[in-house]
């Protein structure tokens, strides 16, 4: 891809995604105060951060793999179980990966 | 709670580093409409504010938003949350830039396994004891995690996360009437209309 072409797939993406947000917040609220809707737009986003961790944890360049990510998902669900903060999951999830990929490398 | 968004936005500038596609760019962009639908009553802004906010909707401000209560809190996190993410996205971005390839391979694991670890963090509250709609939400995460990993190899990259909000209508049909426990909606929402 030429320069030219990469910048302007990066602009027109970068102007399409900030359009599509827009469009989110500007839907008016007599829409969502339908209970179906409502509901609905309420569990949204539990189906879209499971699926970005499932696919995140088991999936590498469109194939399913199973490798160290699994433990470290693993572990850090353990350490949510006992309620560490955000920061000691993230620490935990990148201690057990980087040993886990050393102990399978 | 601003710690909280201090912290993920450290975090999940790493993920910006990691993450370099811009083909399935507006695909993945889809599901920020959907979030921006969640948070257009809780940031009811108007006029420039709203253009202003919503260059902010994205995973990680939307799950640090919906999860307080009261319209001022929930501005507060989403200020504080889209502030720190914003700040650490472009850092990490430039520093990953500059430097990334250079990285050894169990760094480079390390952070491939933080990244879903992140979004199981932000998922954790709405699955956990006490939550709105509970049992609801658990099968939505579980359906949308299945249908997410199930997709991968045949569709687009960034479609199966689109996908995975089909696990709402799953919710949505499987859990016709109210449960024993946990699950709360309105029985009756025509008897607070008066009209």
């Known amino acids: 891809m030429s320069s030219t072409t990469l910048w302007t797939v990066v602009i027109g993406a970068s102007i399409g995604n900030y359009l599509l947000k827009l469009a989110g917040l500007s839907v008016p609220p007599r829409v969502l105060e339908r209970p179906l809707i409502r509901r609905t737009v309420e569990l949204?986003?539990?189906?879209?951060?499971?699926?970005l961790a499932a696919v995140n944890a088991f999936t590498s360049e469109g194939a399913l793999v199973v490798d160290f990510r699994l433990a470290a998902l693993a572990a850090a669900a353990l350490a949510l179980a006992l309620r560490a903060p955000f920061i000691v999951v993230?620490?935990?999830?990148?201690?057990?990966g980087a040993l886990g990929s050393l102990v399978a490398g | 709670m601003v710690r909280d968004g201090v912290s993920l936005g450290t975090a999940v500038g790493l993920y910006g580093v990691a993450f370099g596609a811009v083909g399935s760019a507006l695909l993945l962009?889809?599901?920020?409409a959907i979030y921006g639908l969640r948070l257009t009553d809780l940031l009811s802004d108007?006029?420039?504010?709203?253009?202003?906010?919503?260059?902010?909707?994205?995973?990680?401000t939307t799950a640090i938003t919906v999860r307080e209560r009261g319209l001022e809190l929930s501005r507060l996190a989403f200020l504080s949350s889209g502030a720190s993410l914003f700040l650490s996205w472009n850092l990490t971005t430039v520093a990953g830039a500059l430097g990334a390839a250079s990285f050894g391979p169990a760094l480079q694991a390390a952070l491939e396994s933080?990244?879903?670890?992140?979004?199981?963090?932000?998922?954790w509250p709405r699955l956990a004891r006490g939550a709105d709609l509970l049992r609801e939400q658990r099968i939505v995460a579980l359906g949308g995690a299945g249908i997410a990993v199930a997709l991968t190899p045949v569709l687009p990259p960034g479609m199966q996360i689109v996908a995975a909000g089909l696990a709402v209508l799953l919710?949505?049909?499987?859990?016709?009437?109210?449960g024993p426990e946990g699950s709360r909606r309105p029985e009756h929402p025509q008897a607070n209309r008066h009209e």
């Open chain 2, 114 to 123: 933080v990244v879903p670890a992140a979004f199981l963090a932000l998922l």
């Open chain 1, 90 to 96: 993230l620490l935990v999830a990148g201690g057990v």
């Open chain 2, 46 to 60: 108007r006029g420039w504010r709203r253009v202003a906010a919503a260059h902010w909707v994205i995973d990680e």
């Open chain 2, 171 to 178: 919710a949505v049909r499987t859990v016709g009437s109210p």
């Open chain 2, 29 to 32: 962009g889809t599901r920020n």
């Open chain 1, 44 to 51: 949204i986003p539990a189906a879209l951060l499971a699926a």
